[in-house]
């Protein structure tokens, strides 16, 4: 069997629970922990994913970030600058690129089909390496979580810590981590 089969076999056990109410915000959240070499295996299994989920009984809306920073760009009127000068991609900048991802994630969640018991899958988190912290943008979202945030994570999960692509220093997340 291999590590997705296994991940896919963790996560179906998972989301087959039933589902507690009234938990903290950042229990709603699951990290599917994956080894970034496995990305595009995994996002070719990525409606295997969702069939399970629905056989649960649970919706399933996805939010891909792989291009969230290309589009920004593309929306933005100080783009050429920055192509000029990538050094002014920095604090206030980047800082209207997080709220750019923080609204396309909210939007998600708060779509009239979001209910207490959907799945928001969020793929593509790598694109944000360098530019945004997944952490932040988890932190900024998780109070609207109804039902679950599934957090698709190229990266490692050890001694309670989460490392993007296994290379930014790590964080500490009460995450429910989703391992093979």
């Given amino acids: 069997m291999s590590q997705l089969d296994r991940l896919k076999q963790s996560y179906t056990q998972h989301v087959r629970l039933p589902w507690q109410r009234g938990l903290a915000p950042a229990q709603k959240v699951w990290f599917v922990v994956y080894d970034e070499g496995d990305e595009r295996r995994l996002r070719l299994r990525l409606g295997e994913f969702q069939i399970v989920t629905r056989d ?45 991802v923080v609204d396309r994630v909210r939007e ?27 952490s932040g943008l988890v932190e900024a979202v998780h109070g609207e979580i109804r039902g679950r945030l599934v957090v698709f994570f190229p990266g490692a999960y050890r001694n309670n810590t989460y490392r993007l692509l296994d290379r930014r220093d790590g964080w500490d997340y009460l995450a429910v981590p989703l391992t093979e």
Avoid: C, Q
């Fill in 56 to 100: 649960a009984g649970h919706g399933w809306r996805h939010v891909d970030l792989t291009d969230i920073f290309p589009e920004w760009m593309a929306s933005n009127s100080y783009r050429e600058s920055y192509f000029k000068s990538p050094k002014l991609l920095t604090g206030p900048a980047l800082g209207a690129f997080k709220s750019f």
């Fill in 108 to 134: 998600t969640l708060s779509a009239p089909d979001t209910t207490d018991e959907t799945v928001v899958a969020l793929t593509g988190v790598a694109s944000l390496f360098g530019l945004l912290r997944v």
